[in-house]
């Protein structure tokens, strides 16, 4: 009985012996799952905070293109002498959309004449390449097609500045803009 006291004295010393030698490492684990049990409980945390920040981002980008795209078609409507014309953006499931209206919510072309509408829409093109910084030439067909003479020459002088910037190609039947142009290339 002696003999077996001693042995588990020896037993239990070893133990402890071989558990001190293990204790750092125990230890380095405990860490470390305390650790990855925090980390876990932070991950949760994430996709609801990549959802938000995602929101943000598209709230943020949206608002300055919808307002930097606002203040260049005022600009083009300006220059264009177009007649009054609201925008909204209402804009829903990720889908950027503009809305024109007229007097108390009057869809433009419930109110205006054809060429008030194309000069808008002149406007609204000329804005919408404003936005994108591109050095590639444009296109137009007939861009004062129902517009009467006076507007002519302000799209003529549109389009002479935009030629400053990018290669202007015009194609049209009417003789007195293509007069214009020429007019206005020559000098």
């Known amino acids: ?17 071989a558990l001190e030698g293990l204790l750092v490492q125990i230890e380095q684990h405990v860490a470390e799952l305390k650790w990855a049990s925090r980390a876990e409980i932070h991950a949760k945390r994430f996709p609801t905070l990549l959802k938000s920040l995602t929101d943000a981002s598209k709230l943020a980008s949206e608002e300055l293109l919808n307002r930097d795209f606002e203040r260049r078609f005022l600009d ?86 935009l030629s400053e910037q990018r290669q202007v190609i015009v194609f049209t039947h009417n003789i007195w803009f293509a007069t214009e142009i020429l007019a206005r290339f020559e000098k």
């Open 76 to 161: 083009e409507c300006t220059a264009l002498k177009a007649p009054p014309v609201a925008l909204q953006f209402p804009g829903r499931q990720g889908q950027v959309s503009r809305k024109k209206s007229v007097a108390a919510d009057h869809r433009p072309s419930e109110v205006l004449s054809e060429g008030e509408q194309k000069v808008i829409a002149l406007a609204d093109v000329l804005a919408e390449m404003g936005l994108r910084q591109s050095s590639s030439p444009i296109v137009f067909d007939d861009p004062v097609n129902s517009l009467d003479y006076k507007r002519l020459e302000y799209v003529v002088d549109r389009l002479e500045k």
């Open 1 to 17: 009985s002696i003999v077996n006291e001693r042995q588990k004295e020896l037993d239990s010393v070893k133990s402890r012996m």
